[in-house]
């Protein structure tokens, strides 16, 4: 044999403890211990969602707020699952910078399609949270209106929407919105999925398709380091962002808990797409706090002690501390925002126990455009047949007292 | 004069591009759907004529093409999917039967889902390995999904256009063995049936023949040859699989107290099944002896020698309606 | 003393772990089937105790670990696949109907494809969307593939290695709602009843109700509710649903003359419609009415906080029954 | 706005006209015009399959008649077809070199899983032509015996056997078949398949899978540069062998006109595998000079200028004129080849117009292992039907004069 078998790298080992901080090709502008640091490429440029420059201070106290009431909303939530009020949660514990980051990056006019964890995102199109409540209640499949959001309904099915955010970027391209040179015309869509998603077939098609059409669309895939039980190294042997790549577009890992850095990368990433450049990946290496959801229990998988070591990376209070060190924000600043997630746990806690049950009969709507007969008459058969019970308690839309169902 | 005589595959490119025409918002996505025309030549000449953005070659990801298709769809297009052969819609079923059949309801009605998935399907043109299928009942079982089988040229001309202009997803089937066969007049001043609705495409009295897509010739033969042996068969063109418009089903079954079902799927809870079940429901004390099912064995379908004993064909028509006969 | 109590869980957990120990050919394979054990803690401890080369953690892609486990069973293997909810099998339908299916049939039997796909399928666990599908007819459609579902603790520990012994790949279905809910006596001396038959769980005269997986325990509390109104109800509990193993419905039909058949998939062209055909064409002259179906409504499934009305309940079994007897 | 939109190359046009003869990365051993040339990686070193080396030319001669036996199978079958012999076949006019290259390098051990193209592979792992023809002729689904030639049945549904071939590939490291520096043990599989298919989801997976595991397999794809009618452009706008680079494996590109460039590339890639290290993924740079299949009509969508120049990169011609030019074949070894190959025509077209019909009956074989009562009651009703007719024409085995069907 000739020496050609060691004609590639090894790279089962590429993958190692080097990669534990995120490595070197990390992309932060704010440290854990919340000091600023310059990046060769990236610059923290806040700009409100037209596009006009506002003062530096006042958009990252904008962004801290936002980054408290999304966790207010997240430990709520799972305070209301462990209350019986939800009969899921799903927690973005430890998020809160990838997902406010990108969500300001958005101009209105882009679209985003969420996973089930994007809570912050949908905080920052405007949704509000007992709408999300609805969902983990059971109430509905989510309640807000797409549209009017520019926001996507949470997709369970992991990696379909990836699909559906690139089909939805090439709409905007026939539409015409994409490299017009019209900042407020220009748009893009935003992917959202996970570590664990990047295996599905259906996420790599959209890389395929996204890479072919050149598709204005941003791939911001929140590696949290845990598909489940599963650790990120199941998915992949090198550090995930290198897998655009392979497909022909750029790559980037931003430090995911770090809210400048990803507001920075991923209003780049869709300058670039709104422009006509195409396709970015943007990895936001981050890590999940919590469980999966609150049905799981991670210690049966994995050690506190990593997740001891991510608390001292808690994007929250990096960005408390540059603000207070930085006289960026007052005590009061501090306290107003405080109170602000005070309120909105009451609002949800009320808001949450306040939902109506669903009509029985609600099941039967929607399913077409055009009801067929044969489903008519099934609503009709159903209808009846509930009223040979005690009507009143079952048809109208109830208010009830806990999800113990 | 507006009367044209086409086939099957000449009908539905008509139809594509007069829906193209009619509306801008109609796309046409697939694999070889471009400058080939399709492997059918069903998209011949639309592309040339509508261009590369609304008539688009696809990568080779049947899932990556109805999942784009969603995602247009959301943005206010109307996308027709063509699937290249029965076989090849598995890698898509996912986003068919969790996304594209449950948007609308999951959204509350917010995210309509107008698509058109075309799928050339059933057997008999001597083809290899998954390329003679006949995937409808997956479909017709899922909620939200409508399914449809056109049988004959005029069909495929009008039926294709009213699917495209339908606010539901719609499954549509083609029996690809007819697309260059039978010709017919397609004539314009001669309004079409509603798309979710059956038809009773011969008369007759002693037993129903319930058939759809390539089967429908196949009844219709068989009703020529009964009929030379003194027996009328009523054969029924059900056109819409999901949902199933059985009034006039039920009606014929009432006159004639026998029912013959025959599709190429395979038997075992195929089409079949679920008319069986609703015509014995409704017409119980009408039948004369079950409704009996003819189609493709429960068999994988065999090699394409061999096809035309796995496919329904005169004979075992005739044959079940027979057994009917003399329950 | 060889009697244990045990949930479905403990006794789907139990078999697996027997499976292993009797074959080092078997192999688990699946999404979070390792250290955490699954999410609904199937394979606890099976990875600690067999190791990471037999109890294998998935990429999390479907039709990924389907295909793979294609490969592995090509090679020798037996692979048992867990996919994690009913609603995620969509991924790798394309494998499991085109490839699994087939592989034997294509091969002329020179590649068997012995493969235990694990379903918990199902609903009432209040869970969100595609966590409480029933795609049973899916592939009970599909030649090549057998398909059953257990109902209980004592059943699960047999079936499962009944599954994994057979040299079919087998679509096994496992009633989520159940696994940590009733306890029942395994008795280890007992001898199993064969994985493909159905059977009587409970003896009646009036109307016979066929059930499967989550439904016989609904349809033995129907049962338990009409005998107090004085109805003699016999309950079968299916067990295989491809192939279905009908003369012992055929025996209790001729008795009963009437028949209801309680699923969660959705009526229209679920396994109900299969049952209907057959039970009419084998037991005509002895029907006293139509059969019945009681199932899910062709409808999405519902949000959870009504997913109690979409599923057949008690009261709806009884008022079929009602119906089958006032016919 | 920073600079930071630029931060990525703008990879649209990197497939561009450079790309034609496979680019700088190309890996060539032999020149269109018969030269051999030195690569700083891979060195023919001809074995036979046990891995003995054997004398160069006696080798080349030997790919050379592979080669020609494998054209004229293909052009015999292309006949066959318009005589209506056969229902379909794919031709493999121009992929000779890939084919053989790839199927030579291979140990008895090792097993391969084809696409439907595979012919030249299958010739290499000793499966009687004739059993592919049974095939398109629609005699069966495959006539051979995968483990008596370790070589899979040909698959359809693009991109399935990918997967597959990672999981017989698995199955290998449980058998502790790979790296155990056994030469005679060490074992590895090929999973074929196409340019097109590399946009499935399966095949993507099947890359998530074999570098998640580290399996033994060598992803081996002829870039014919056309999916039907579709150009490799749509499916890619990068190399493709770049794609393997987003999965962490090696890829390398090799002049799949070039038998023994593709002979070394996949060898060392099998040795690769079989040692342990891993995947690789082979891009064997070819051109399909025929149609997709026999009822494909490329003048449809590509130009005849296009096929006039990859002509000149003949796989065969090459082959010969190195001979010829270096003494290392006589003309009676030509002549004898070509003999050899008018033999195997004339055995081709007889078999196969003797080939019989299957029974009927033969629907009902294989199904199951355990044939349930409801298919055996099918079966027997199907029989006694048949017997209704003329049964001696129908239920047994018949040979027919055409496959006019
Ligand atoms: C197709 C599919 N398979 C399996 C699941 C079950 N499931 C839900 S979340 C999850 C893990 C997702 O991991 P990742 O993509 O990293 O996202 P994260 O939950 O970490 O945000 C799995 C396996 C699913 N929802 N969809
Ligand atoms: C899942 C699937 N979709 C579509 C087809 C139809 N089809 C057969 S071959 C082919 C093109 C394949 O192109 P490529 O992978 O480049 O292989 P080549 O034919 O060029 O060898 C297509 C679309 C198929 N067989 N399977
Ligand atoms: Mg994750
Ligand atoms: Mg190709």
């Known amino acids: 044999m000739s020496h050609s078998t060691d004609f590639g790298p090894d790279l089962v080992e590429v993958f190692g403890p080097s990669q534990v901080d995120g490595g070197p090709e990390l992309v932060q502008l704010l440290t854990p211990e919340g000091e600023r640091v310059e990046h060769p490429e990236f610059r923290y440029e806040p700009t409100d969602s037209d596009g006009k420059p506002i003062a530096e201070d006042e958009a990252i106290r904008g962004l801290y707020r936002d980054m408290v009431l999304t966790r207010r909303i997240d430990t709520e939530s799972t305070a209301l699952q462990r209350h019986g009020e939800l009969g899921i949660w799903a927690q973005l514990l430890g998020q809160e910078a990838a997902q406010i980051g990108a969500g300001r990056a958005l101009r209105p006019q882009d679209y985003v399609f969420p996973t089930y964890r994007e809570h912050g995102v949908a905080w920052c199109r405007g949704v509000d949270p007992l709408n999300l409540l609805s969902l983990f209640r059971g109430v509905d499949h989510g309640g807000w209106d797409p549209s009017a959001h520019n926001f996507g309904l949470y997709t369970i099915v992991i990696g379909a929407q990836a699909l559906h955010a690139t089909g939805y970027a090439m709409g905007m391209q026939r539409d015409g919105v994409v490299g017009t040179g019209d900042e407020a015309r220009d748009a893009a869509v935003v992917a959202h999925f996970g570590d664990g998603a990047s295996s599905q077939g259906d996420v790599n098609e959209a890389f395929i398709f996204a890479a072919s059409y050149n598709a204005p669309v941003v791939f911001f895939c929140q590696n949290n380091q845990w598909a489940i039980s599963e650790p990120i190294e199941r998915q992949s042997r090198i550090p995930l962002y290198q897998r655009a790549l392979g497909f022909g577009f750029p790559g980037i890992r931003v430090d995911g808990n770090d809210v400048l850095a990803t507001y920075a990368v991923t209003k780049a990433a869709l300058q670039r797409a709104r422009e006509g450049q195409g396709p970015t990946f943007v990895e936001a290496y981050t890590y999940r706090m919590g469980a999966h959801t609150t049905t799981d229990d991670p210690t049966r998988y994995r050690l506190d002690h990593d997740v001891e070591r991510w608390k001292l990376r808690d994007p929250i209070a990096r960005v408390k501390a540059y603000l207070a060190r930085n006289g960026a924000a007052s005590e009061s600043f501090f306290a107003k925002v405080a109170n602000e997630a005070d309120e909105l746990g009451h609002r949800l806690r009320e808001g949450c126990k306040a939902m109506p049950d669903p009509s029985p009969m609600a099941m039967f709507d929607q399913v077409y455009a055009e009801e067929p007969p044969e489903l008519a008459a099934q609503r009709e058969g159903f209808a009846a047949y509930l009223e040979t019970f005690d009507s009143s308690s079952v048809v109208e839309p109830v208010e009830t007292q806990g999800a113990g169902r | ?327």
């Open chain 2, 1 to 327: 004069m507006s009367t044209q005589r086409i086939t099957l595959a000449k009908g539905l490119n008509a139809g594509l591009r007069k829906a193209m025409e009619d509306d801008p918002k109609v796309l046409i996505m697939g694999e070889d759907v471009g400058k080939l025309g399709g492997v059918f030549r069903i998209t011949d000449g639309l592309q040339k004529d509508f261009g590369e953005d609304r008539v688009i070659d696809s990568p080779l990801a049947e899932s990556g093409i109805v999942g784009t298709a969603v995602g247009l769809a959301l943005r206010g297009y109307r996308p027709v999917v063509e699937i290249q052969f029965d076989g090849f819609v598995y890698p898509a079923y996912d986003q068919i039967v969790c996304q594209v059949a449950k948007m609308r309801f999951r959204s509350k009605g917010r995210n309509p889902m107008p698509m058109v998935i075309r799928i050339p399907f059933g057997g008999g043109i001597g083809a290899v390995e998954h390329h003679s299928e006949s995937p409808e009942a997956q479909f017709a079982h899922t909620p939200g999904l409508k399914v449809v089988a056109c049988s004959n040229p005029v069909d495929g001309y009008w039926m294709i256009q009213q699917a495209i202009a339908c606010d539901d997803p719609v499954i549509f089937l083609e029996p690809k063995r007819q697309y260059h066969a039978d010709k017919a007049d397609l004539d314009l001043d001669l309004a079409p049936d509603p798309l979710f609705a059956s038809r009773v495409v011969r008369r007759g009295t002693d037993v129903t023949v319930l058939a759809y897509g390539p089967t429908v010739k196949t009844a219709l033969r068989a009703a020529e040859a009964a009929a030379g042996e003194g027996r009328a068969l009523e054969v029924i063109d059900l056109r819409t699989l999901s949902p199933l418009d059985m009034d006039p089903v039920f009606e014929s079954v009432r006159r004639t107290g026998r029912a013959v079902v025959v599709h190429e799927a395979h038997v075992n809870l195929g089409l079949g099944s679920e008319l069986s079940a609703r015509v014995t429901e409704e017409c119980f004390y009408s039948l004369e002896a079950p409704v009996l099912r003819v189609g493709g064995f429960d068999t994988p379908y065999p090699a394409s020698r061999i096809e035309e004993e796995f496919l329904p064909d005169l004979d075992r028509v005739l044959d079940a309606v027979d057994r009917s006969l003399s329950f």
